[in-house]
């Protein structure tokens, strides 16, 4: 077969292979993913394991083009239409819609117009506040960076990857992984080493797999047990390795995953909460609508009459407002947070940081400042060594898996105090850090030819496989002696604020090129490293402040608990009995839900056990939140009801996390729970008004209905009453919230708001019926229908927009509590535009008369004693049950 008729077919099988069904693709021969990743002939695997290429720069642009941005949909952007739809489809207005075609067709435009204003009305008004806050969480969003390490041509000097916006991969890139990455897309393993991935968000399946780079495509077999494959939504748990990806995007396992399962997530308890409300409502208005309708159509002999005033009252007992109420002070919180620099990655969560009352956090950069310092490289006797120094820089030089704080602080010390040459020594192998060792080790060759395996990490794990010491020229066997001075100097490091890190190594002889764990064994101890990472100003501040909004903050680090100890204490946090992770390792979850309810503090913790204390808290009735940034925080951040992290947390904690901050400091996070907190407050405002309100007016319609001659407001009249009172509610999520009620944690209670309904619900039906015999016996309104509708209409509409400014506040108000201006100055309109609407064309084409000029200073003294009935009620029952 001559060249070119060999390129023709390259040609054609790699379109064959990108049109493939994952199955299929799942399948395909390493030859097929030699031309994926740009090689041609196809039969050249072997040269993709040694020296994979990589795209070239205008390749992967063309490809970007061809199977666009590898973005999964729920992370899509949805569109202005999507944005309406999603607002549009609720229950309430589907049953004000449907409320709208009966009046249509029942003749009653004018109704169905004011009914399509009340929908409109309130979807235009949540649109563009929840628009507002999509823009501005997008360019937040656009701040966290989440990026891959990719093989691209030409490669930046000095380096083989580079790392680029994990949007932009495209499939034949090759991608470097490494702990706390996440899988960027569907990809073939090329390269591994001790490569463990954690896959349970795509197969349940707790337990990590090892991957391996060596080809098995069995079509039969499940693409999840495959070890070569590995799958977008799974995490790098330790090793790492290099890949090739073959599917981007929504064409990903995870993507098809997501797009099904897109806005299927568990609602929280306020989500439950208000769809049970709502529920509520509309049951109230399927048996008010019905009753209503046959009391008018059997006493009044008018059945067409009957049933508009049924519709019209079924429209006014909806809380048609709800939906843009709780969209808008999201949404309006969520711009608010930003301004802070906290990204709100779900807008349900905004509600329970605000009822969290437990925040779980790791001590380093939320206490400390996250600058750590080499300070001191010790011998076993405590003595200044070079040597120590020297091999914790080949360590940290040499390794290429996940390089941490402490990592960077011994280069950054040795590129400060004077250089250490590395081009003698030659990298053999190595072993990745991972949370069971907690240790890492790299296979170095020296000068004199020998290997030199060099191990670093937590000082009892070194220990444990320590048989000999080195101390200058002089070797020697371990004793108990060597270890209880060496664990005296570590503890008086650990008092003294240091984190310690241990140093050891072990020489062989031979050209041994693949090394395993049993190698960490028989080592030779050779010292220690101490950081220091000295606390945060703003902490101390930060932790009362929270305290003072009843929040309790517990330490859950994998640091020793010495070095806890002190540290907490520099921050005034009294740390009291401090439990291990050696003693939670033995407790029954009984045993650990007190122990988590009694301590502060939590050291030496693995991530499985820093989850097992979030449920024990979850499961003692606290809303738990957790912040955190490393791959061991992530089972936790999961497991909490409100996971933080940061942004210049690792992939996999980012993705974990609900909320995202810019900046790593409790100060930011105590105005997000305040924030939190006043949302909570100004969407159960309109709640309780709403609950309250409509069960007062079952009365007041029902009674009406009954004795009266005449319908008690005529249909047009209903949503007039109920159109004005929409827009005076329009202000709520602006409404200021008093100081006390965000001193502590607020959590939906939907019985508290069964119990508002039935205590301060009546009142408003007492001053109704006031109403009544005032228009009838005063006025002799009982053969001047519109004159009883014109003073019921305006009766009603003062104390509803009134009622808000009783039940906002557990003060007295516009005394001790003022509601916002903007709450102000809608109310006034509303009122004075219900009160001169009679004495217009308008109110005459609506059916209302003028009032009698002693119908206005009866209607005063009834305000002000339903403003007072109303308090009082109200004082009473905050007294029993809280507001």
Known sequence: MDTETKLARNEKTREEVFARSPKALIAATDSDLALIAGLTPPACYERMLSAP??????????????????????EQRTSLVEEIWGLLRNPLNGLLLTLCIVSYFLGDVRAAMVVMVMVALAVATAFVQEH?????????????????????????????FADVPLETLVPGDIVRLSAGDMIPADLRLLETKDLFVNQSALTG????????????????????????????????????????????????????????????????????????????????????????????????????????????VAVGLTPEMLPMIVTVNLAKSAIAMSKQKVI?????????????????????????????????????????????????????????????????????????????RTENYIKVDELPFDFSRRRMSVVVIRPDGRQLLICKGAVEEIFAVC?????????????????????????????????????????????????????ESELTLLGYVAFLDPPKESARQAIAALKSRGVTVKILTGDNDIVTRKVCSEVQIKPGRIILGSQIAVMQDKELAVAAEQTDVFAKLTPAQKERVIAALHRNGHVVGFLGDGINDSPALKAADVGISV??????????????????????????????????ANITKYIKMGASSNFGNMFSVLGASIFLP??????????????????????????????????????????????????????????????????????????????????????????QTLIIHIIRTARV????????????????????????????????????????LLYWPMLVVMLVTYAALAHLVKVWFIKHWGL
């Open 344 to 420: 709100i990655k779900r807008l349900n969560a905004i509600q329970n940081i605000g009822a969290m009352d437990v925040l779980c956090t790791d001590k380093t950069g939320t206490l400390t400042q996250d600058r750590i310092i080499l300070k001191r490289h010790l011998d076993i006797r405590g003595d200044e060594s070079d040597d120590v120094l020297r091999y914790a820089f080949l360590n940290s030089h040499f390794q290429s898996g996940l390089r941490n704080l402490l990592d960077e602080a011994v280069l950054a010390h040795v590129q400060l105090h004077g250089e250490l």
């Open 647 to 680: 942004d210049t947390a690792v992939d996999i904690a980012k993705e974990s996390a609900d909320v995202i901050l810019l900046e790593k400091n409790l100060l930011v996070l105590q105005s997000a729970v305040i924030e939190g907190r006043r949302t909570f």
């Open 53 to 74: 290429t990589g795209l070239s720069a205008d390749e992967a642009g063309e490809r970007l083009r061809q199977f666009g941005p590898n973005i999964v949909s729920k």
């Open 813 to 852: 108000p516009f005394i001790e509590s003022r509601a916002s201006a903007t709450l102000i100055t809608t109310s006034l309109v509303i009122s004075t535009l219900g009160i001169v609407l009679p004495f217009t064309w308008a109110g005459s084409a609506l059916g209302f008369a003028p009032l009698p």
């Open 467 to 519: 048989t000999r010491y080195s101390l200058g020229a002089e070797t020697g066997p371990l004793d108990p002696g060597h270890f209880e001075t060496a664990k005296a100097e570590t503890e008086a490091l650990n008092a003294d604020g240091f984190r310690v890190v241990a140093v050891a190594f072990r020489e062989f002889d031979g050209n041994k090129q693949d090394y395993g764990l049993a190698d």
């Open 205 to 312: 399946e707790a337990m990590p797999a090892e991957k391996f780079s060596d080809a098995e495509c069995t079509v039969e077999a499940d693409p999840f047990d495959l070890s070569n494959l590995c799958f977008m939504g799974a995490n790098v748990v330790s090793g790492f390795g290099t890949g090739v990806i073959i599917r981007t995007g929504p064409s990903t396992f995870f993507g098809q995953l997501a797009h099904d399962l897109a806005g299927k997530q568990l609602p929280t308890a306020f989500d439950s909460g208000v769809a049970r409300f709502t529920w509520l409502m509309i049951c109230f208005i399927l048996v008010m609508g019905p009753a209503v309708f046959l009391i008018n159509g059997l006493t009044k002999h008018d059945w067409l009459e009957a049933l508009l005033f049924a519709v019209a």
């Open 132 to 160: 507002r806050s999509n823009e501005a969480a997008a360019r937040l969003r656009a701040m966290v960076h989440t990026r891959a390490s990719v093989r691209r041509i030409p490669l930046p000097e000095g380096s083989s």
């Open 710 to 799: 005449f319908l008690p407001m005529a249909p047009i009249q209903v949503l007039t009453n109920n159109l004005l009172y929409d827009f005076s509610q329009t202000a709520i999520p602006t409404d200021n919230v008093d100081e006390d009620y965000l001193a502590s944690p607020r959590r939906w209670e939907i019985s508290n708001i069964f119990k508002f309904m039935i205590f301060v619900g009546p009142i408003s039906s007492i001053f109704d019926y006031a109403t009544y015999g005032m228009m009838l016996f005063i006025f002799n309104a009982w053969n001047n229908p519109s004159l009883f509708q014109t003073g019921w209409f305006v009766e009603s509409l003062l104390t």
